[in-house]
């Protein structure tokens, strides 16, 4: 009887020592849950931290390549731009010698015989001028090769004109045909080389072309 009560005894130590131990595992299981749950919550946390920076590095990235990218698309137009003026000023100096020829021809009224009015023409471009038109337009203004058409509208007065197939150099007259009265003389004509100029009421020359 003695022996079973020691050996009930020594169970019920036993019990309580493992039920102690499974304790004291249990807590420390759990202290270290929640010690790597926090260290799960940290390092989630840096990472998120981490994604975010790279996220706005990115962003920043992507705003300054946008704006590169437009800038360089600026800079293209602006070089495309510049090129045109560029080659429109090459052109003008290749020109400027042909036009400084061309305003060498002058036209003016001089008088008025049997209702026809007079000119006088005066070819010093030191060439020979052929196709050469002068029309008698009535304007307050300058008026350029752009706005000739505005005088004449088409079904309108027919203007006063004169029509030389070749002018040589020097000095030789015509008359005007026609019944519009216009004061102010303008002229197309080519030169030796066959190109088209214009020349307006104050003497500008407008280079036609070929």
Known sequence: MMKEKNWLTWLTVLALVVGFAAMGASVWLSAQAAKQTQRNSQLAGQLYQASRTKSQEASSIKKRLDKLASDNSSLKKKNSRLAKENQALRQANQDLPA???AAGLNVWETEEKSGKFQLKIDNQTGQA????LVLAVAANGRITLNSLPSYFPVGGVKPRYFYRKK?????TEGSLTGAYAGSD???LFADASGVYWFKGNRGQIEKIGS
């Open 185 to 187: 003389m303008v002229c």
């Open 167 to 171: 002018v040589a150099i020097g000095g």
């Open 99 to 101: 036009a400084s020829a």
């Open 129 to 132: 001028v052929s196709d050469l």
